[in-house]
Each structure stands twice: as C-alpha cells, then as structure tokens.
C-alpha cells in the first residue's frame, strides 16, 4: 500500500473525528503510518489515531482496543501534572530552562477565581448564554453537580485558549480559525473523542503555520491569547525566539518552518500549566486529563518536527543543526518540556538518537569556534553541564550522557595520526569543552584581544588578567560538572574514566624531557663547553671520547631539534643570570651585616676616641662612608627582592630545575632508574656534563631555602632522588665541594635547621634508596680530610659539622639506626670514620678550651678597672680586638665541638664495639681522660668566663656527655684502656668529677655510682699492672719503634720504604691517611708484612729481662 502524504492522513482523521465511533484498530490509516519507512514516530502517531487511550467526555461509547507500547509511554511520561509538582526528569541542581515568574501565576489564579469567563483574557471570543450560565455555575456548585454540557463546552473553551484557535467562526482576524475542524466539530454533536480531537487539532495547524495565520497564532495581543498574567509567559517562549507577526511574509519566513512549530508547541504546552491551575480550584478529573493528553500531543509532536515528519527532506542525525538548540540556549522552553521530551524519546534508542544528536553535535560545533577571548561559550559549556545532569527520577540514568558516550567514534574517535594528544583534543566530542584555554600556544584570539596593544600599562594588565580568571574559573566549575555527571553515572562511568585515562596516556610525553643527553658535547651546539670543567674527566679525556664516540660504527650526531636547542639555552642562562643573581644577593647581606657590625663596633668605641682629634676625625669619616656604602646596598637589596624574591618567578625556576634533575637522572642511571648503588664505572655521558648543572641546581636549593622555602613545595620526588643518589655515590665527581654542597642541602632541610622544608626531610629519610645514606655519609666523612682545596682544614670541619647534623636525624628512624650498627660491625670504614671523629673531638675541644681560657684572661684584665686605665689606647683597643676574635673562635669551635661530642655519644652507646678496636681504644680512652681533666682538674677555674652561654659554653652538659661515653664503653678492653693512659689518668681525677656531678646534680644517683664502680675497676686493673711491669727502657735501637721510639710487640715491614714500625703505631697512621709515613708513598694495611725474625727476637728478649 502506497505512503500517504501529511494532507491525506489529516482529512482521514478530520473523517474519523466526524463519526459516531472512533476508527476501529487495523484501519486504512493505521495500515498506511504502519507502512511509512520514514520513521518510526510516524507509526507511533498513526497508532495513537486509531487505537490510543481515547479520553471521552461524559460518554459510554465503546472505545478500540489500547495500543500497548503508547500506553506505556503515556503512563509514565505524564501520569501527574504540574499542581501534583512530580515529574518524570529533574535536574539534579538547576531549575529547568524556561519556568514561569510566581506573581503572574498568582495574578492570574485571582483574576480566575473572582470571573472565570470574563477576565480570562478572551477579549471578543462570543460563547453562547449556556456557557455563560454554566460558567457561572462553576464558581457557586461543587464538582459533583456539574453537568454534562457544561463538560463538553469547557473543554472546547479550554481547547481555544490552549492552542489559540477559534472554534465557532465568530471571531476576528486574530483567532486562527480551522474550518475543517469546525465542520467536523460541528458534525458531531454528541460525545467527542478528545484524543483525536487534540491530534488532529494539533497536526492541522502545525501544517497551517506555513500560512499567514502563523501570526494570529503566536500574536501576544491576540483574542486567543491567555491573560495579562499569561501573555508574558507566551512572549517567553514564542516572540523572543520568533519575531512578532506583523502581518508581512518577512516576519513569517524570518525563522525555519521547524521553529515555527516547536516555539508554538512550546507555548501550547506552557499554557496547559495555566489551565491546570485554574482546575486545581474546580477540581473536574476529565478535564484535567485532556490537559495532560495536550502535554502529551506537544511534546510527540515536536519529536515528529525534530525528525522531519513535516519538513520535504529527512535530517540526519549527525547533522549539526537542530530547530531544537536556540530554544535550549535562550532557555525558552517551559518548565518540564525538555524534561517530558526526553523522557518520551529515550525510550526508543533510534529516536532518541535523531533528536537529540544533532543538538549535541550543534553545541560542540559553536564550542569549536569559542575561546575565552569572548563570552559566547558561557551558554554552550552551561547548557551541556546541564543537559549531562539531567537524569530519570527513578532509575537515576542520565539519558544525554549515556547518548554521548554510546557514540563510540563520536566520544572517542581512532587516532591515526602521531599527534594522539591534539588528534584527542580535536576530534572527541568532549574536546572542545575541555580545551579553554589562556595560553597563546593553545589560541592566538586571548593575545590579539587582551595584549595586543602596544602601550599596554599595568593596570590593564590587571584587569585583563583578572577578567580572563574568572572566564577560566567559570570554564573549570562547568567542566567539572559535565565530567561530574558523566562518572557518577553508572553507565557512562567506566568510558570517561578511560576516556581522561587516555587522554593522560597521550600527554604523558609532555612531562618528558626530550633532550638529546650527548648535546652538550655536540659539535654543532650553540654553547662551547670546552673551557668548562667536567664533573668526572678532564678536558683532555673529553676530546678522546668524542673522537672515540664518532669513530663508532653506526654512530651519528643527532639533528639540532629546537626543543633542545632551547632547553640548553635555558639552562645556560640560569647559569649567566639567575645564579649570579643569587650569589650577588647573598655578597649584598653579607656586606651590609659587616658594615653594620664596623660601625657599630667604632660607636660603642666612642668614648675612647672622641678626645683624640686624628683618631676621632679618621673614625667619624669611616662611619660615614660605612654608612654610606650600607644605605646603597640596602638600596641595591630592595631592587633585587622585588625581582628576586618573587615566589611565582621562584617556583617556575624550580620547576625547570625539576626537569633538569630528571635529564640527570636518565643520564647517570639510563637503564634502571635511581638504583643505589650505581655501577662502579662512571658513564662518559655524565662524566663530561658541565660541573655547573650540579653547582647551580645546588646553589639555587639552598638559596630557596634559606630565602624563600615556600617555593620548595613544587619539587618532585626526582629531586629527593638525585640527592640522595649522588650523596650514596660520591665517586661521581671529581670535586668533593659538589658532594658537599649536596650534603648542605640535606642539612639545611633539617627542622632544627630550616622548620619549613620539614616535607622535604620527611621525604628524604623515608626515600627507599636512603637505606645506604648512613654509611655514604660515614665514607664522605673520611674523604673531606684532604680535598685539595688551600682551605680543606677549616672547610672539613664544616662539612662533617652537616653530616654530623644529618646523622642525628637519621638516628630518629631504626631504619637508619639499624644501619648504622651494621656498618660499625662491617670493618675498616667505620674505624676510619671512629678515628677522624675522635681526632676532630680532640682538636675542637682543645681548640675550645684554649679560647675560654684566653676569653678569661682579657675579661679578667678588663675587670680590673684601674690596670685597665694605666693601658694605652691602643693596647686597649688591641686587647678588645683580640677578645672578639677569640669569641668568634670560641663560638664557632665550641659548636663544632657539640655536635661532634653528640654524634659520639649516641654512636657508643649502639655501636661500642667499633670503638673498642685495637687500634682505637687506647687513643680513645687518652682522649677522655685529657678532657675530663681540663673540666674537673686544677686548672679548670681558667674555663671560667662572663655569659658562658653567649658562646654556646655550658661545662655541665659536657661533663655529663664525657661520662655517659665512659659509662657506654665499660668493657675490659675500655677499663685496660683507660689504664693504659700514663698521661692524663689519675685516680683523683675521678673523683673529683664524681665530686662535681654529686654537687650539680648532673646525673642520676644510680649513674653516678656506675662510674665510681668504673673508676674502682680501673684502679685495680693500674695496681695489677705495676705489679707486672718490667723495664724495657734499655731496649736496643732495632727493637723500637721509629716513630714513637717505644718497644715494637708486633713489628711490620713497610713495603714502599723498607722501614719497620710495630703494627699498632702504623695502623693508627693509616687511619688518618693512606701513606708510608717515610716517603708519602701509598700504604694499605694489606700491604703491611711481618717481619717474623726481628719478632722472634723481641719475644727471646724479653722474656730474658723477665727471668733476670
């Protein structure tokens, strides 16, 4: 059976409507929408003619089987109207588009309830007496005695108001007047079929609305139209989106034949709201059910528009232009259309799809052409943030979002290029959305709008820079609520989250640095590094490698790739600019501090010098060029903190900085990661890296935090990495200070040091490769005794101050503690590491103690005021001099000497066993006792002097450090040790420290009878061995030792000299350094040899001089 056009079906049902009887199921017309092949909508249009829920008034008629499927989608996309506030969809947070203003409604529901017939808005509409009375009627009887009449006329009235058609044929130009449906009205006086009556109502004048009449249709001042109260609500959803009927073909044809249709059906559907307001007050149950039939009817009706049912050529549904989209964009649509529409289509998948896909590809096509240069991407972004969260009440789907994502090549298309990243960007449906951005890499429209101009000033930097903020946050919240709504949907959960798994998986390249690692040395590279020094080869061994590297076969020079090119350039210019910076700033405080401190000290001089007139005009004029030269360096600093000290300038240098630790890293360990230890030949790609990357990456740490550690909250965990790397392998670089300027970092991120990189410490003790961090640290210890630097005396002692410092807050965590003890019982390293911290606590206390002593004596000279007097000025002035410096020595020494004593006193107390070695015990206990005898001896009132504590001088502490290491050690070995010590051990000297600590109470009772016992135990052990001891002064020259002239028990051969010297004295040597004391030739303890003979011989010897 051939198809039947739009006219044939509308005269069928204009037919049908003008019988007794409704069309029985099986019909002509139902067989015809059956055949159509157009859509399936069609079909379910013809069905709903001839076999839908036909909803009569007053009337037993029989009715035609119910179609099934209609019914349902009837049931549940409108079983309740608006008075009942349900609704099938509901935003999850945002009022749908298009809600009505509650004072209108107010207004409207008072001018109902005092005159329903006359202040209804039908201005010249004439009805007949009947319905006058019958009107009046409504508003004096109850429900209950409303008549049948009544019914069939109220629904007419209601039906004119709704659709703004004229009925009778009385009214003016303005109604819309439908003849055939007048006729046919007018044919059928008994019962009507509202059902059909609606969709034929319906269906003619959406064919009408090509035809002038359009404009009496949509006219805000029409007859037809509602009330004042209504008339804006009309205007809302019909006159914004099309412009007024003027009665003109150019007002007509302004807008497409399918906005014509929906902006009416829209407004039919917002005016039913109206009605069923007016009936929540005379409650009449069939009426209320026509209304929600009109809902029913306005929305498949524009789901027939939105498929081309009435348009010459069908859409497609990957068309980008949808009739639907303006009225989504200007919110026009009225409350629970978009929602009722939805519902209506989604359940068939196919339908659902032609409707509503094209809206979607509309929106992502404006998205494509927007940037944040303007506003007109607000309403796109907003209106798929709203459209993704619209979801089912009870089933909870979210319909727009399930539709997305079951567009496969649409949501994620196949990426062919090897751009995946933009290919990502550009062509997935969510790209558009998510790829705002201010960056002038991403679009050039921000610059040209915001920056173009030429005489750009701050302030307008400002406010341009302010304005795009709040475009970019805006851009953000609606972002994340389109993603949002996407993963708490269970259905579309999984695709976005592979989706945003992707699109990292296609970025992650650009965290990558790629860097040509071999472009340093390239022979075509923008910086000549031949005069820089390397960090593990000289510059000779560099021109080898090069020459070795090009004569490989298969080796080549890789192009200059500008992304290289600029990252050397970058790093070169940290290196001639910021770094130098950093150094200058710190020079400038330096010189400012010292300055400062002259002048202060000439003025508290004064009183000195102001009688002497050269001495007093030479001083006044060095204050004023102090001063002077002070005011322009405070100057200078103020300058550089703007630039200088500016966070954000400081966190983007940490963040390259970052990248370059992670070049380092794939460098000096290509294949495995960071991995301790690295392999014991160093790779020639990092042994002929520029010193400078490791000396400014240092520098520049330390800078940040000694100045600004907030910015060190941007470091990753490649930085920790690489510190604790190069730490554990020292043997990477030729220059011990770039080690040690690691080891600073290390110290300065201590909390006792610096609170505010406590973070940064946190990761570096708890780093998985800092399980090896205690014994490099041991070994650095010993290597900084000689670095080759003029200075290496002094800047030992700084660094092993560090260390010491590190070491104390390794010891907090047992896992560094544990290996610790491990490596005190692994061999030689930890005794060299015992024998330097014994002889750096020798030499700092004695140091110490010598400036206390000399403090004491100027102070006491400065007391006694009339000697003091009979001194020259310049004596004076001399002796004031010398006092400062020796307080400076003091405190310097004296803090030295405090970490150093407490790094011993924890070690002996875990790992004592170390530090009873052979060749250490005896130096050990020598040490002890030489300064327990300078606190507790006779000349230990020399200690004394004025506010110990400004040099950091507290002789308790000490006293009390000394004996908890005696009482740690208490061993045989330790006690034979301590009476071993000709020396310095008295018994008295015991004694009087036991005296001292009862007196002050340093220790506990119980502790302090531990180390009487101690003292008691060595007392026997001396009497024991006086009784054993034979003179051996008269031994033979070739029985003693050459260094220490005292008799040799186990005499050894020194390989490199041939000397022999007894195998205690030597390897106490070589704990200190590796030589044959003789001719500073290398020596090992491997290397010793016995000389078995001359041993033989001491042993025949001495027990002769027993025996006699």
Partial sequence: MS?????????????KLSSQQPLPAGSELQESASSDPTTSATKSEAQESSDGDHCTLFTTQQTAPKNPDVEMVSEHCFATSDTENKQNFELSE????????????DSYDKSMASQLDVDSGIETMEVDDVETLEVHKLRKHKVSKISAGLGKDHALLILARVFHIDLTGNSDKDAAFLPE????????????????????????ILIALEDACIAALLKPESRCSPPAAEACIVKTFCDEVMPAASGTEEATSSESRETRQISYLAACYDRVALEEKTLAKVSVPLLSEMLREIRVQCVRHTALVLQGCFSEKTPSAFSSNSPLLPFLLNMQLPRGFLQDLIYATYQNKDLFRTVFLPVLLGIQGKMRQYSLDGDQFLQHLSLLAELCDLQCSLSKERPISNLIVSEKTLFVPDLISTGHGRELQKLSFLGPFLDL??????TTKVVEKFFSSKTL???DTQLASQSLRHRLWFARVEQFKIVHAMLVNSDTREAMLDYLALALKVNHKKSALQVDPYFPNHPKADIDM????????????????IKKLESTEGFQWQGLKFPTRCYFLTLHCHHLSLLPLCRRYRRQLRAIRELNQMAGEIENEEHLWRNLPQIAARNRELLERWKSHSRRLEKSKVCSDTALMDPDFLRRCVQFYNSLVTFLIRIVSPSQGPAVPLPTEVPMAWAVLPEYYIDDLADFLLFCLQYQPVVLDEVTPDLVSMLVLLVCNSNYFSNPYLVAKLVEIMFVVNPSVQPKAEKLHEMIVTHPLSDSLAPALMKFYIDVESTGAQSEFYDKFSIRYHISVIFKGLWQNPVHMQATVNESNSGKQFVRFVNMLMNDTTFLLDESLDSLKKINEIQSAMENKEEWRKLAWDVQRNQERALATEERQCRSYLTLARETVDLMLYLTKYTKHGFLRPELADRLAAMLNFNLQQLCGSKCKNLKVNNPLKYGWDPKELLDQLTDIYLHLDSDVFLQAIANDERSYRKELFDDAITRMTKAVIKTQSKIAQFQDLAEKVEKILVQKMKREVDYSDAPDEFRDPLMDTLMIDPVVLPPSG?????PIILRHLLNSSTDPFNRQPLTEDMLQPAIDLKLKISRWMQEKQTS
């Fill in 1059 to 1063: 000397k022999i010297m007894d195998r």
């Fill in 3 to 15: 198809e039947l056009s739009l006219e044939e079906v509308r005269k069928r049902r204009l037919a």
């Fill in 457 to 459: 000033t701050q302030e």
């Fill in 437 to 442: 951005s201010v960056y002038a890499e991403d």
């Fill in 181 to 204: 449906l007048s006729a046919a009205l007018a044919e059928n006086s008994g019962d009507l079929v509202i059902k059909d009556l609606i969709n034929q109502t319906v269906m003619e």
């Fill in 94 to 105: 945002a009022e749908p588009a298009g809600a009505t203003s509650s004072p209108q409604d």
């Fill in 530 to 545: 031949k005069q820089e020094t390397r960090l593990k080869c000289s510059s000779q061994e560099v021109v080898d490698w």
